[in-house]
């Protein structure tokens, strides 16, 4: 954009071009809230620089004097800092412009394609709103839109049944929640078998007792021994409540699965009004790519938006099957679908938290396999960080799944990189952190255990350098001097703990005769072992877990499923 104005200036452009290109779209960027107040007073200022300079040469009929001036202001401020500064200035400028076009290409999707709403109470929603309706499709103006969109807050507090457990979601802060929705599982050896609740419950006691998980429940494994019971679902709450006192992932339903699922929580927090009063539980409801969401899906939104439980909109379109081949244009379609959905919500009930979601991938087309493992995802989620942001919403994204079909060299490398793009993202809501496989298909006690370790060197990463004048250990340098060694000082003794990471899965010593898939399988098993010695089941109080039991069985749900 500021280069497009100076070549304006050598005569490329006229000044009509210069002032009125620069002047659009920093009032667009700047209505959209594309950027924030901070750069927008800079692009504001260059804009003024650049018309001021604009004038001066008209006047002395050197089109040539700016481009001069600037030249000299930079040689100048020749200096780290300046350079530093106006390198992140113009990277700045090329990525919003980016947003800006996906931005832009998504409201003309909204406008001409339209999405597709199978719900007949969200239909008459958005005819109320002043929607454009035909049959089960709806226009979005931008206007229209955005005013929605905007209603939601940036940032909302989760509040967990233990209070310790509450966390913000917004903002730079990244909370971690482990897989959901694997329908099988995956052993050692690799083979698949199906999940049961024994493995459901296991998974739960893991997630809680870990301090990297902020969250617990939803489906982490689909247990086959519930397949025949139509009360599944709330039974992997009713789990989930007994086993963990963390902020609740939820689950996406039918309406009278809903109603059932909330009734429970009315025991557990002191009614529907009280529940509704603070975000406690949190699910996703996916769109269906292209430009589509099914009754399940506007079902589970209507319920949670009511209730004033935040959900995640989240698109997952697959490039080249269920979206354009180019990320840009998957992009701009996966936009457009969170947007229309959140928009929704607030319709539902304006302020009510929501955050944006992005599963964006490429698909393998060959077999047309979901594909996490490519750096087509990572990609995504950049691009999806970013939009929501600039958006000014809470962000979803996830996690450190793989395509691989058994813990191996590939899950690691594969996960490393997912996870690592959402913390240089600041992803804010990382679920699928923890245990999957064969592109989430799959979940994995070996593969949990992993994760825990790749979410500790993550973690490590993200604390950056501590530089004071402890850490810089100057008088420690000029004790030991030149040839001395540092491993007796007392400083390495103080601070070697907390100052190197050291692994508790992966394997830097050997045993005698022993293989590195062996060490590190060992020390899986062991840490597996103490993390659930160490459990210990949070008590619901009072009467609550009978009630919620009475609860079930009222419900038709047979006693055989319902453990205390």
């Known amino acids: 954009m500021v280069l497009d104005a100076m070549r304006g200036i050598k005569?490329?452009?006229?000044?009509?071009?210069?002032?009125?290109?620069?002047?659009?779209?920093?009032?667009?960027?700047?209505?959209?809230?594309?950027?924030?107040?901070?750069?927008?007073?800079?692009?504001?200022?260059?804009?003024?620089?650049?018309?001021?300079?604009?004038?001066i040469s008209r006047v002395q009929g050197r089109y040539h004097f700016m481009i001069d001036g600037v030249?000299?202001?930079?040689?100048?401020?020749?200096?780290?800092?300046?350079?530093?500064?106006?390198?992140?200035?113009?990277?700045?400028?090329?990525?919003?412009?980016?947003?800006?076009?996906?931005?832009?290409?998504?409201?003309?999707?909204?406008?001409?394609?339209?999405?597709?709403?199978?719900?007949?109470?969200?239909?008459?929603l958005l005819r109320e709103k002043g929607i454009r309706v035909d049959g089960?499709?709806?226009?979005?103006?931008?206007?229209?839109?955005?005013?929605w969109v905007e209603k939601a807050p940036k940032s909302f507090t989760v509040h967990a049944r233990n209070s310790e457990n509450n966390f913000v979601l917004g903002g730079d802060n990244m909370v971690l929640g482990p897989a959901y929705g694997a329908p099988y599982m995956i052993d050692r050896d690799g083979r698949i078998r199906k999940g049961t609740?024994?493995?459901?419950?296991?998974?739960?006691?893991l997630v809680h007792c870990s301090d990297y998980f902020q969250t617990n429940g939803?489906?982490?494994?689909?247990?086959?021994?519930?397949?025949?019971?139509?009360?599944?679902?709330?039974?992997?709450?009713?789990?989930t409540l007994l086993h963990s006192d963390k902020a609740l992932i939820g689950i996406e339903g039918s309406e009278t699965q809903m109603s059932s699922m909330f009734d429970m929580l009315a025991f557990v927090f002191d009614g529907r009004e009280k529940l509704a009063e603070k975000p406690r539980i949190m699910t996703i409801v996916n769109t269906l790519s292209p430009l589509q969401m099914d009754r399940n899906a506007l079902d589970t939104?209507?319920?949670?938006?009511?209730?004033?439980?935040?959900v995640f909109v989240t698109p997952a379109p697959m490039e080249g099957f269920t979206a354009p081949i180019t990320i840009a244009g998957m992009m701009a379609l996966s936009n457009a679908e969170a947007l229309a959905g959140i928009a929704v919500t607030q319709m539902i009930r304006e302020g009510v938290p929501v955050v944006y979601g992005n599963q964006a991938t490429s698909a393998d087309l060959r077999t047309g396999a979901f594909v996490v493992g490519g750096p087509e995802h990572p990609l995504a989620i950049m691009c999806g960080a970013r939009l929501a942001k600039s958006y000014g919403l809470p962000c979803r994204s996830g996690g450190s799944t793989s395509d691989a079909k058994k813990v191996c060299v590939q899950s690691g490398y594969e996960s490393m990189m997912l996870l690592q793009t959402c913390s240089q993202e600041n992803v804010n809501m990382v679920l699928l952190a923890g245990g999957g496989l064969d592109s989430g298909k799959g979940i994995s006690f070996d593969k949990f255990m992993v994760d825990l370790e790749v979410i500790g060197l993550v973690r490590r990463l993200r604390e950056g350098v501590r530089i004071d004048d402890d850490s810089l250990a100057l008088d420690v340098?000029?004790?030991?001097?030149?040839?001395?060694?540092?491993?007796?000082?007392?400083?390495?003794?103080?601070?070697?703990?907390?100052?190197?990471?050291?692994?508790?899965?992966?394997?830097?010593?050997?045993?005698?005769?022993?293989?590195?898939?062996?060490?590190?399988?060992?020390?899986?098993?062991?840490?597996?072992?103490?993390?659930?010695?160490?459990?210990?089941?949070?008590?619901?109080?009072?009467?609550?877990?009978?009630?919620?039991?009475e609860y079930l069985i009222s419900r038709g749900v047979d006693n055989k499923y319902l453990r205390v």
Request: hydrophobic share 40%.
């Open 11 to 55: 005569g490329k452009y006229t000044d009509v071009h210069i002032t009125g290109g620069l002047s659009s779209i920093s009032y667009g960027l700047l209505r959209r809230k594309i950027i924030n107040r901070t750069f927008v007073a800079l692009m504001m200022a260059a804009w003024a620089t650049i018309r001021s300079a604009v004038i």
């Open 71 to 124: 030249v000299k202001i930079l040689h100048f401020l020749n200096s780290f800092l300046a350079i530093t500064v106006f390198k992140k200035f113009f990277c700045e400028v090329v990525m919003i412009e980016n947003l800006y076009k996906i931005h832009n290409a998504s409201m003309r999707i909204l406008e001409t394609a339209g999405m597709r709403f199978q719900h007949p109470k969200i239909i008459e």
């Open 136 to 147: 089960e499709t709806a226009y979005f103006k931008e206007n229209q839109l955005m005013g």
């Open 197 to 205: 609740l024994d493995d459901y419950i296991r998974f739960l006691k």
């Open 218 to 239: 939803g489906i982490l494994i689909q247990p086959s021994d519930l397949d025949n019971c139509r009360h599944n679902l709330e039974l992997m709450i009713y789990n």
């Open 301 to 310: 939104l209507i319920a949670y938006a009511s209730h004033g439980q935040p």
């Open 477 to 549: 340098i000029t004790e030991v001097g030149p040839g001395g060694q540092f491993i007796t000082s007392s400083h390495t003794a103080r601070l070697c703990r907390q100052e190197i990471w050291n692994p508790q899965i992966g394997a830097r010593r050997l045993a005698s005769g022993q293989t590195s898939y062996e060490a590190i399988n060992d020390n899986i098993d062991k840490r597996m072992t103490a993390i659930l010695e160490k459990y210990e089941q949070p008590r619901l109080s009072g009467e609550l877990a009978p009630s919620l039991t």
